[in-house]
């Protein structure tokens, strides 16, 4: 079992940058594959990005490579996403998520526990 909250969200304008935090709790963190999902209103949730248990392999949504980047760190129980070269549509609401295995994958249904969520509007 491990809960998870989200935190840095905010309103920022077009090009700037954000990072996202997710904190969670448990002790057996390093051995959950982890990622960020986003949804915009009346649209279906969309992954951002996933990292393996180790950090050592990443994967990203087509609509943010390049300009995200998902990292942990697995002695403070974090993840966290930087988000440069905000764009406007990528205005959301940001979901944490861990499944139980360390690998990764973009599939939210293979996700189990889910955070609650951080608003994140970029102003055009």
């Known amino acids: 079992q491990v809960q998870l909250v989200e935190s840095g969200g905010g309103l920022v304008q077009a090009g700037a940058s954000l990072r996202l935090s997710c904190a969670a709790s448990?002790?057996?963190?390093?051995?959950?594959?982890m990622a960020w999902f986003r949804q915009a209103p009346g649209k279906e949730r969309e992954f951002v990005a996933a990292v393996s248990w180790s950090g050592g392999s990443t994967t990203y949504g087509d609509s943010v490579k390049g300009r995200f980047t998902i990292s942990r760190d697995n002695a403070k129980n974090m993840v966290y996403l930087q988000m440069n070269s905000l764009k406007y549509e990528d205005t959301a609401v940001y979901y944490c998520?861990?499944?139980?295995?360390?690998?990764?994958?973009?599939?939210?249904?293979?996700?189990?526990?889910w955070g609650q969520g951080t608003q994140v509007t970029v102003s055009s």
């Open positions: 448990g002790r057996t963190f390093s051995s959950y594959g």
């Open positions: 998520a861990a499944r139980v295995s360390p690998l990764v994958t973009r599939s939210r249904h293979e996700y189990a526990y």
